[in-house]
């Protein structure tokens, strides 16, 4: 008998429920102390908990055990140990202590640590995450853990997010204090991260070397329908799909991930999927767990899960949308309006500490999502503009104006949607429509930061998000933590009255795609880094690194690191698509083009043979495209490899990333260009791999 999904949500997952049900009742406040608190974990609760987590695994068919990490890669890490321990009589018991719960010990040396560690430096830790819960996958139970080095440096993505989590919280709740909302012990943010991806066929995928090395293609033509019928988004889902999407929610909730909403997207071939928003770190592991589990699942349906940004050339590519807010241990939306957001101070001040952040670190914000991938969806008519701005909608933005201008907001009220038949229910209409072109949108009770790739850890985007939010609140607070309470009203207008003034500027309400917005946004002195290597020395700015310090986010040294792999990694995605496009063009795509030349001389020659007096002209003139096709891609090929080899001997980190940007992918367009021109002259039974239709149309 099937489970009902009450009983299938969270399953799998040593939460908090199992954790009462499993530990005396000492253990389980001692930990939830720790959980609510962030305070220290005593190792004699530890081992309480190991014995009650290893046997609650035990009963659901566990036999072994990962601390599971985010190094960075862009990945996860696990090494997998049993629980069993040899005993006298060559007999085994399952085995499982509290050092073993808290503390890991992977080799460090091969992940990327940006000069922090030396090759044989190779002892790392990982250590226990206790505010993300446990989980079984696959047989072996999974400890969400941090990973540092020997010398503490954090060598990973959850670290520095549990880190900025504690400044935000820190910061916030001392304004709130200020604000006379002593009520309040602590303030987390939470993220509901919606992820898009392709699925394609996996016999398919197999035959694109372009897909199985680099995740996205580096050749092909369109095919004569794309996504411009507008047909795809929310439409009908195809059976293998809808079986797909069923078994992957279900998977998803024995995991305790609360995965909500499945629909087509625009392309062909494109889906997302979206969760019930959760704590950022609880959150962040959550999508990892689901990009995961989408290619696992996918795998057992014969599909492949594409999570590039770009998978595909001239139709959309995926995104992921960051939905973040503040909540206090009250249970408060920090960001919810309330139904008179002009009377709602608290909401104005936080609703500015936004504001203020995004504005001061816009630069931050646009380098938290730059990656090689993301850089050919950002500013494309598909998905937000690489210049980051707010969009706040008519209502919020008209209190903002009566603030700064001393005048009366008078609330516009409930508007019913007139839609003009009788039996259509009435519904209020919203005070502001959606702007889908808007990189940083306030979307009624916390923000959606769109710019995210989707196949990024939603780590970075929100160690900066909280990071630059604290500070804004550290600034609020010195202005109002002296000021008495009679005066507190007026000092609070004038603080709003000073941010608005200053930070404005990054509001924007209208079309973010157009080419007038870009001008107007310089006009501004809003930052507009197009690229990936444009970006990244912001990292090293003194600004920035006075930022990360301040709050301990990071050290000098981890920024350092992190711009260094960053950079490098920036470096050796373009290299290694710059390898496997010539790899394609040389080995199947000249091969293609040949035969193709061949078969039609056969055809001349054969019609010659058969009448002298048959005309030739129709192959004279495909002979004489498909020769210049050949020429040019020549030509391009040769000129890449040059490059490609020029880089290889380079030694300047930022300088080879730009070379790359520059000169690599400027290469790699054109021999692009011919190559997918040329493509329409092929007959489909000489192309070696699946073209677009077969890839997108036939899944």
């Known amino acids: 008998m099937s489970m009902t999904v009450p009983e299938m949500y969270g399953s799998l997952v040593f939460n908090d429920k199992v954790m009462r049900d499993k530990l005396p009742k000492d253990v389980y406040k001692a930990l939830r102390k720790t959980i609510n608190t962030n305070t220290h974990l005593e190792l004699d609760v530890a081992n309480a908990v190991a014995i009650a987590m290893k046997e609650w695994a035990v009963d659901h068919g566990a036999t072994h055990f990962t601390h599971w990490f985010q190094p960075m890669t862009g990945f996860t890490a696990e090494k997998h140990d049993s629980f069993i321990s040899p005993v006298d009589g060559g007999q085994i018991i399952m ?130 329908k794309g996504q411009e019928m507008e047909d795809h988004y929310f439409g009908t889902l195809k059976t293998r799909v809808a079986a797909y999407m069923h078994e992957l929610d279900e998977e998803l909730w024995k995991l305790g991930i609360p ?44 599909f492949v899960c594409l999570l590039h940004e770009k998978p595909f050339d001239g139709i959309n590519g995926s995104g992921k949308h960051n939905n973040w807010s503040m909540t206090t241990d009250t249970g408060v939306n920090l960001l919810d309006p309330g139904k008179t957001p002009a009377e709602n101070v608290q909401f104005l001040v936080f609703l500015m500490a936004v504001i203020t952040a995004v504005d001061k670190y816009a630069d931050l914000m646009r380098l938290s999502v730059a990656s090689a991938g993301n850089d050919h969806r950002l500013g494309a008519n598909e998905a937000p503009p690489a210049i980051i701005s707010i969009f706040l909608g008519d209502e919020l933005t008209a209190v903002l104006d009566s603030i700064e201008n001393d005048t009366f907001f008078g609330k516009q009220a409930n508007v019913q949607m007139e839609i003009g038949a009788s039996v259509l229910p009435h519904f209020a209409k919203d005070t502001t429509d959606r702007n889908r072109t808007s990189p940083f949108a306030f979307t009624g009770n916390k923000f959606e930061f769109r710019s995210l790739g989707s196949s990024l850890s939603v780590s970075g985007p929100n160690v900066v998000l909280n990071t630059a939010v604290a500070e804004a609140l550290s600034e609020f607070y010195e202005v109002l933590k002296d000021v008495a309470p009679e005066k507190m009203d007026e000092t609070v207008h004038e603080l709003l009255k000073n941010a608005i003034k200053e930070h404005k500027r990054v509001i924007f309400n209208g079309n973010g795609y157009t080419d007038e917005w870009v001008a107007e946004a310089e006009k501004r002195g809003l930052y507009n880094y197009k690229s990936t290597p444009d970006v990244l ?55 293609a083009l040949t035969k193709t030349m061949d078969d039609i001389l056969t055809v001349a020659s054969k019609k010659k043979d058969f009448d002298l007096t048959l005309s030739v002209k129709t192959e004279k003139a495909l002979l004489v495209k498909l020769s210049a096709a050949y020429d040019a891609i020549y030509d391009a ?21 730009k070379f790359y940007q520059e000169t690599i992918l400027a290469d790699m367009n054109e021999v692009r260009g011919y190559a997918d021109e040329a493509e329409g002259l092929i007959p489909k039974e000489n192309l070696p791999y699946p073209d677009y239709a077969d890839m997108l149309f036939y899944v």
């Open 95 to 224: 085995e499982f202590s509290g050092k073993e719960l808290v503390k890991g010990e992977p080799d460090a040396s091969s992940f990327p640590s940006g000069g922090l560690r030396a090759t044989f430096e190779a002892r790392g830790y990982t250590a226990w995450d206790p505010t993300s819960p446990a989980f079984i996958k696959d047989g072996t139970l999974y400890i969400p853990t941090a990973f540092c080095s020997y010398s503490g440096e954090a060598l990973d993505k959850k670290t520095p997010l549990l880190r900025s989590m504690e400044a935000l919280n820190r910061e916030a709740t001392k304004v709130l204090h200020v604000l006379g909302n002593t009520d309040v012990s602590s303030v987390t943010t939470t993220v509901g991260p919606e992820q898009e991806y392709f699925l394609v066929e996996k016999e398919a995928f197999k035959k694109r070397r372009d897909l199985v090395f680099t995740g996205r293609t580096l050749l092909g033509a369109m095919p004569p």
């Open 259 to 302: 995965a909500k909403t499945k629909h087509n997207e625009v392309a062909p071939s494109q889906h997302e999927l979206a969760p019930v928003f959760d704590t950022t770190n609880v959150a962040v592991d959550h999508n990892q767990l689901t990009m995961d589990v989408m290619r696992k699942v996918a795998e057992k349906h014969g």
């Open 537 to 591: 020395p912001v990292f090293i700015e003194d600004k920035n690194v006075a930022l990360f310090t301040k709050h301990h986010i990071f050290t000098e040294s981890e920024i350092k690191s992190r711009y260094e792999i960053l950079l490098e990694n920036y470096a050796k995605t373009i290299h290694v698509e710059a390898k496997t496009m010539l790899d394609m063009v040389n080995h199947q795509f000249m091969p």
């Open 637 to 657: 090929v040769e000129k890449l490899e040059k490059d490609t080899k020029h880089a290889e001997e380079m030694e300047d980190e930022l300088a080879l990333a």
